[in-house]
């Protein structure tokens, strides 16, 4: 639980990142990729490391700008949270290669 809650904080930290990417671009969520938001939140990592602490596994614009999606993973137990923004409309989902997402392999958190 405390790797995926890691996982979790990270997935919400690129939100928050994804969002002031936007701010600077005019509203846009064009720029918001794995690397801009590396650059613009440096405590974000793009790979476990040494660490397997969890990271960022992908960040991308969605709707021509108008939206995002980001996605970290818990490398302990390969679970992955993403935070979806379709034209404002924010959903945040798991998927687990077993049962890490309150005891199934999808569901929402």
């Given amino acids: 639980k405390a790797n995926d809650a890691q996982a979790k904080e990270l997935a919400r ?3 928050t990142t994804a969002e002031s990417i936007a ?3 005019n ?4 720029e ?3 690397t801009k938001i ?3 939140e440096k405590s974000i990592p793009l790979s476990a490391g040494t660490s397997k602490s969890a990271f960022l596994k992908k960040a991308k614009e969605l709707e021509s700008g108008a939206g995002y999606e980001v996605e970290a993973e818990s490398p302990a137990t390969k679970d992955t949270y993403t ?3 379709k ?3 924010i959903s945040r989902t798991c998927a687990s290669p077993t049962t890490g997402c309150a005891g199934a392999k999808t569901g929402s958190w």
């Fill in 27 to 30: 509203g846009s969520y064009k």
């Fill in 13 to 15: 930290t690129a939100q």
């Fill in 23 to 25: 701010t600077d671009s």
């Fill in 32 to 34: 918001v990729t794995e």
């Fill in 87 to 89: 034209a404002g409309v």
């Fill in 83 to 85: 935070i979806t923004n």
């Fill in 38 to 40: 590396a650059e613009y």
